[in-house]
T-cell receptor, first 116, second 112 residues
Framework: GAVVSQHPSRVICKSGTSVKIECRSL??????MFWYRQFPKKSLMLMAT?????????EQGVEKDKFLINHASLTLSTLTVTSAHPEDSSFYIC????????????FGPGTRLTVL | GENVEQHPSTLSVQEGDSAVIKCTYS??????FPWYKQELGKRPQLIID?????GEKKDQRIAVTLNKTAKHFSLHITETQPEDSAVYFC???????????FGAGTQVVVTP
């Protein structure tokens, strides 16, 4: 099956610093990647949709200057949390889709971000 | 936009019994309905999905039914086992890029 990796799996940073999270599709070309945020015991909240070579489309209420998304190739998308604060602490998960008539999303293992 | 509601939020069943989770959606243009299983701290895993041109789909102990008219779909797990314990999410998509709207999730606990 399709494999999506995410790095790092866990990161602890100080308030005010920036953190970059990478999402890679290992064995397929991902026309679209998605970034989600998940709070404990809550559902996945879509943050943005990222298409290769285009600007990301952010969901309402998500600050694009705070959460920078880059989709430089068909196998890599990055999420940078800029000037992180404790309220940004969360589980961030990416997913990727091959596009076409099937919309199945393949999820990465997630990144646990803790901002001190 | 799409809104997906999921019930119940928690479900406790005895091993061997069946579990049913129900979801409703708002956008009649939605055409893809996946179900994901997520264990604590892990990624969501697709367990079954259904498209709008199909009313029912089964894969061993798992089945999904779709009622387009009523805009609801359900997950059925038969002969539950302790390893079925997890959080289950339904989702719906009407977007050409495959954007999913997730339900709130159901914590399923299967007791031996």
């Amino acid at each position: 099956g399709a494999v999506v990796s995410q790095h790092p799996s866990r990161v602890i940073c100080k308030s005010g610093t920036s953190v970059k999270i990478e999402c890679r599709s290992l064995d397929f070309q991902a026309t679209t990647m998605f970034w989600y945020r998940q709070f404990p015991k809550k559902s996945l909240m879509l943050m943005a949709t990222s298409n290769e070579g285009s600007k990301a489309t952010y969901e309402q209420g998500v600050e694009k200057d705070k959460f920078l998304i880059n989709h430089a190739s068909l196998t890599l998308s990055t999420l940078t949390v800029t000037s992180a604060h404790p309220e940004d602490s969360s589980f961030y998960i990416c997913s990727a889709t091959q596009g076409g008539s099937y919309n199945e999303q393949f999820f990465g293992p997630g990144t646990r971000l803790t901002v001190l | 936009g799409e809104n997906v509601e999921q019930h119940p939020s928690t479900l406790s069943v005895q091993e061997g019994d069946s579990a049913v989770i129900k979801c409703t959606y708002s956008d009649s243009a939605s055409n893809y309905f996946p179900w994901y299983k997520q264990e604590l701290g892990k990624r969501p895993q697709l367990i079954i999905d259904i498209r709008s041109n199909v009313g029912e789909k089964k894969d061993q102990r798992i089945a999904v039914t779709l009622n387009k008219t009523a805009k609801h779909f359900s997950l059925h797990i038969t002969e539950t086992q302790p390893e079925d314990s997890a959080v289950y999410f339904c989702a719906a998509s009407s977007d050409s890029w495959g954007k999913l709207q997730f339900g709130a999730g159901t914590q399923v606990v299967v007791t031996p």
